[in-house]
């Protein structure tokens, strides 16, 4: 076969230029618009607007800065420590941290690091000039090779991983002070200036972010865990409410669920950042380690710690709600009138479980501990009515089918009796040649209303209880049901119901976890020394 024969000509009725030139202006506008400096200035407002400390933590590294830039501006300081100044802004860039502890914790692996890297670099300094001039610089690269095959080993060991910028600062200052001092003459000087440089900038470095504005990590720590207790139970009342409420009407394909961001569901975009909170929970308790006494947190040795370990319950907690918002936006639904079967007691379930988020994280907002008696009772009590209704009502969820053939046979045997009656009462009138006519036409008017009515009754309530979410003429050949068909659809509406069960168990599990978060919570109020409050 020729190609000009398998040829296929489509005319489409637009002009090219038309076609083209439309999106191009279009994504020239919008690319001038995301460009422009106006929106750039706003979304830098934005940012700044939505945490001040950020602003704050910019300007004070500016300070620092400048007063150590005094030191080389003014001639006197720099008579003393020469061009070895310089060490003293690369030391406020490099040590000065966000919060106060990360500063104390980047302080201390700078001074012991660079305090090592001194001590080395004297020793070997010494060792290389009593060997000779010939083997000084053979002492001196053999030195350097050990030292940062060593450094760059240890900083990998498990237990020596907080301490990693620590060995990078013995590599790179002793490399420096060690060559610098080889060339220019009087290494054990050069060192010793060097190191008072470096002291110089972490103290101005210490000396601004504690005194002026200090943002602490502890304090970070604390509202973080705050804002994640009231994220998880927004979520999980978005997601019931959401779950009862729908319809199926408004049901988005899959693919696009997979890919969505779900813009109209901020409560869950805040959940999704509660899951990814770990890593930014532990770096600050760490960074609190670092931190004196200050404000709420009076007193040493405060248990950091047991703020990641409750934030760790609250993200297993959080994890159910995923779930639950998973079969929210799945492809199998349960109908819609079985969800409302049980929906007093699923949101009965989950006001009283996202009260008791709130309420603990208002506690530890607060740093008072009362004892949650009342609302414990209120959340099994409600868990327990939801697990009663569905026991009374399992039939629902496991013989969806059963029911349906069910009422299909009350539908037909109804129909027969329609059409027994109209007949009877069809022969009853017939008594002459004259009135057999109308007769008749008035008995198929009736029989065909009576079949078009449960013919669409039918339909319908196939419609509510069939999965996917098909009209009744797709399984149809002919007019009648495909009969291998059948069984398919009792199946997919035996899964349909287990849908809803499989979203109640994950609610019943969620409030299962939260004993474990109310143990935890109160393992961190006796080891913080919250005060106490008991409500009954």
Same mark, same amino acid.
């Given at each position: 076969?020729?190609?000009?024969?398998?040829?296929?000509?489509?005319?489409?009725?637009?002009t090219?230029?038309?076609?083209?030139?439309?999106?191009?202006?279009?994504?020239?506008?919008?690319n001038?618009?995301?460009s422009?400096?106006r929106?750039?200035?706003?979304?830098?407002?934005?940012?700044?607007?939505?945490?001040?400390?950020r602003?704050?933590f910019s300007?004070?590294v500016g300070?620092?800065?400048?007063?150590?830039?005094?030191?080389?501006l003014?001639?006197a300081?720099?008579?003393?420590f020469? &061009?070895n100044?310089?060490?003293?802004i690369?030391?406020?860039?490099i040590?000065?941290?966000?919060?106060?502890?990360a &500063?104390f914790?980047?302080?201390?692996?700078?001074a012991?690091?660079?305090?090592?890297a001194?001590?080395?670099a004297i020793?070997v300094?010494q060792?290389a000039?009593s060997?000779g001039?010939?083997?000084?610089?053979?002492v001196?690269?053999v030195?350097?090779?050990?030292?940062?095959?060593?450094?760059?080993f240890?900083?990998?060991w498990?237990s020596?991983v907080?301490?990693?910028?620590g060995?990078r600062v013995?590599?790179?200052?002793y490399?420096?002070?060690?060559?610098?001092g080889?060339?220019?003459g009087?290494p054990?000087?050069?060192?010793?200036?060097?190191?008072?440089?470096?002291?110089?900038?972490?103290?101005?470095?210490?000396?601004v972010?504690v005194?002026?504005?200090?943002?602490?990590?502890?304090e970070?720590l604390?509202?973080e865990l705050?804002?994640?207790?009231?994220?998880?139970?927004?979520a999980l009342e978005?997601?019931?409410?959401?779950?009862v409420?729908?319809?199926g009407?408004?049901?988005?394909?899959?693919?696009?669920t997979?890919?969505?961001?779900?813009?109209?569901?901020?409560?869950?975009?805040?959940?999704?950042?509660?899951l990814?909170s770990?890593?930014k929970l532990d770096?600050?308790?760490?960074?609190?380690?670092?931190?004196?006494?200050h404000?709420?947190?009076?007193?040493?040795?405060?248990?950091?710690?047991?703020?990641?370990k409750?934030g760790a319950?609250?993200?297993?907690?959080?994890?159910e709600?995923?779930?639950m918002?998973?079969?929210?936006?799945?492809e199998?639904?349960?109908?819609?009138?079985?969800?409302?079967?049980?929906?007093?007691?699923?949101?009965?379930?989950?006001?009283?479980a996202?009260?008791l988020?709130r309420?603990?994280?208002k506690d530890?907002?607060?740093m008072?501990?009362?004892?949650?008696?009342?609302l414990?009772?209120?959340v099994?009590?409600s868990?327990?009515?939801?697990?009663?209704?569905?026991?009374?009502h399992?039939y629902?969820?496991t013989?969806?089918?059963?029911?349906?053939?069910?009422?299909t046979?009350?539908?037909t045997?109804?129909s027969?009796?329609?059409?027994?009656?109209?007949?009877?009462?069809s022969?009853?009138?017939m008594?002459g040649?004259?009135?057999?006519?109308?007769?008749?036409? &008035?008995?198929?008017?009736v029989?065909?209303?009576?079949?078009?009515?449960?013919e669409a009754m039918?339909?319908?309530?196939r419609?509510?209880?069939?999965?996917p979410?098909?009209?009744?003429?797709d399984?149809?050949?002919d007019?009648?049901?495909?009969?291998?068909?059948?069984?398919?659809?009792?199946?997919?509406e035996?899964?349909?119901a287990l849908s809803l069960a499989?979203?109640?168990?994950l609610l019943?599990?969620?409030?299962?976890?939260?004993?474990h978060?109310?143990?935890?919570?109160?393992k961190?109020a006796?080891m913080?020394k919250?005060?106490?409050?008991?409500t009954?």
């Amino acid at each position: 076969m020729s190609a000009k024969s398998c040829s296929v000509r489509i005319n489409i009725g637009v002009t090219p230029k038309a076609a083209v030139q439309e999106p191009v202006k279009k994504s020239t506008a919008d690319n001038t618009e995301s460009s422009s400096p106006r929106k750039w200035i706003w979304d830098v407002w934005q940012f700044a607007k939505e945490d001040t400390n950020r602003v704050t933590f910019s300007l004070k590294v500016g300070l620092a800065c400048l007063l150590v830039s005094l030191l080389i501006l003014f001639r006197a300081p720099y008579e003393i420590f020469g &061009t070895n100044i310089i060490w003293s802004i690369l030391t406020v860039a490099i040590m000065f941290e966000y919060t106060v502890g990360a &500063t104390f914790n980047r302080g201390f692996n700078r001074a012991l690091g660079s305090l090592l890297a001194g001590i080395f670099a004297i020793v070997v300094i010494q060792i290389a000039m009593s060997s000779g001039h010939i083997a000084e610089p053979y002492v001196i690269g053999v030195s350097i090779f050990l030292i940062g095959a060593i450094t760059s080993f240890m900083k990998l060991w498990p237990s020596l991983v907080p301490y990693e910028y620590g060995f990078r600062v013995i590599l790179f200052t002793y490399c420096l002070i060690i060559v610098s001092g080889y060339r220019m003459g009087a290494p054990i000087r050069t060192a010793m200036d060097r190191l008072y440089s470096i002291a110089i900038g972490g103290l101005v470095a210490v000396l601004v972010n504690v005194l002026i504005c200090p943002i602490w990590a502890g304090e970070q720590l604390h509202k973080e865990l705050v804002k994640n207790f009231n994220s998880v139970a927004d979520a999980l009342e978005e997601c019931v409410k959401k779950y009862v409420s729908d319809d199926g009407s408004d049901q988005p394909e899959f693919s696009k669920t997979v890919m969505d961001d779900f813009p109209d569901e901020p409560a869950f975009q805040k959940c999704r950042t509660t899951l990814n909170s770990s890593a930014k929970l532990d770096s600050l308790a760490n960074s609190a380690k670092w931190e004196p006494p200050h404000g709420r947190f009076g007193h040493f040795f405060y248990p950091w710690a047991e703020y990641v370990k409750v934030g760790a319950v609250l993200r297993h907690c959080a994890y159910e709600v995923m779930a639950m918002h998973g079969c929210l936006h799945s492809e199998i639904q349960a109908p819609y009138n079985l969800r409302c079967a049980f929906q007093s007691e699923i949101l009965d379930a989950t006001n009283q479980a996202a009260e008791l988020l709130r309420s603990l994280g208002k506690d530890i907002n607060n740093m008072n501990w009362s004892l949650q008696t009342s609302l414990l009772k209120h959340v099994h009590s409600s868990t327990e009515r939801l697990q009663h209704s569905i026991d009374l009502h399992s039939y629902l969820l496991t013989s969806s089918h059963d029911h349906y053939d069910h009422s299909t046979k009350l539908q037909t045997k109804s129909s027969k009796t329609i059409s027994f009656n109209i007949k009877d009462f069809s022969n009853h009138l017939m008594e002459g040649e004259s009135g057999k006519a109308e007769t008749t036409n &008035t008995q198929s008017a009736v029989a065909v209303q009576g079949e078009s009515y449960h013919e669409a009754m039918r339909k319908q309530q196939r419609r509510l209880h069939s999965w996917p979410s098909r009209e009744v003429d797709d399984f149809e050949e002919d007019g009648k049901v495909a009969t291998d068909l059948i069984p398919r659809m009792h199946a997919l509406e035996s899964t349909t119901a287990l849908s809803l069960a499989t979203f109640t168990s994950l609610l019943i599990e969620f409030v299962a976890r939260l004993d474990h978060l109310v143990e935890a919570v109160d393992k961190l109020a006796q080891m913080a020394k919250f005060k106490q409050e008991c409500t009954i």
